[in-house]
């Protein structure tokens, strides 16, 4: 497509679901990365995929928290037994290798946890 | 550890007016730094870079910013505010090793008639 999507746009779920965000980045970007934007804040690191492989999960908070990109284009942020601090939008943002700091970023998923 | 600092949470302008948002960053190596603009609805999209070249910086929609050393900072200006500017605008900072950004808490311009 021409841009990144996300999906879902919206996402309500209980305490102690699991939940998965899907984030489908611009054709032959190959850096993929999630970020969390709380609100008030601005978007914080979470994950950072170049290719297949994470590159950099720094900023993930705790294990509830895994991402994959088994094929190097679609992702999924997984996040089980979720909390009520999960509620955040979460933004996925691809860029070409080597393009530093040009991020192209998605309109976000909106977690609500009740 | 770097960080970037927006100080205060919302700008209020008239249009024509100049427009001025602040930026600093505290790094311990030359960052890479950028302003990202959010307009409702969308997700965000980078207004300039900078990335060691000229310390004046030109962007999209009359944007530019410059980056100061000797102030550790980088404020995004417009001469001229227009309606369509109304936006959250976010400034970043990256060490470049392999893009990954810090944020600021971002910056919310409202625009008068």
């Known amino acids: 497509g021409a841009g990144v999507s996300q999906t879902p746009s919206n996402k309500v779920t209980e305490k102690g679901k699991y939940v998965e965000l899907r984030c489908d980045p611009i054709?032959?970007?190959?850096?993929l990365y999630w970020y969390r934007q709380s609100l008030g804040q601005g978007p914080e690191f979470l994950i950072y995929?170049?290719?297949?492989?994470?590159?950099?999960d720094s900023g993930l908070p705790n294990d509830r928290f895994f991402a994959v990109r088994p094929e190097g284009s679609v992702s999924t942020l997984k996040i089980q037994r979720t909390e009520r601090g999960d509620s955040a939008v979460y933004l996925c943002a691809s860029s070409l290798r080597g393009v530093t700091g040009e991020l192209f970023f998605g309109e976000g998923s909106r977690l609500t946890v009740l | 550890a770097q960080s970037v600092t927006q100080l205060g949470s919302h700008v209020s302008v008239s249009e024509g007016a100049l427009v001025l948002l602040r930026c600093n960053y505290s790094?311990?190596?030359?960052?890479?730094l950028f302003w990202y603009v959010q307009y409702p609805n969308q997700g965000l999209q980078l207004l300039l870079k900078?990335?060691?070249?000229?310390?004046l910086v030109k962007g999209i929609n009359g944007f530019e910013a410059e980056f100061k050393k000797s102030e550790t900072s980088f404020h995004l200006t417009k001469p001229s505010a227009h309606m369509s500017d109304a936006a959250e605008y976010f400034c970043a900072a990256s060490t470049g090793a392999n893009s990954k950004l810090t944020f600021g808490k971002g910056i919310t311009l409202s625009v008068r008639p």
């Open positions: 054709s032959g970007h190959t850096a």
């Open positions: 790094s311990s190596v030359p960052p890479y």
């Open positions: 995929f170049q290719g297949t492989g994470a590159a950099d």
């Open positions: 900078y990335t060691s070249a000229a310390t």
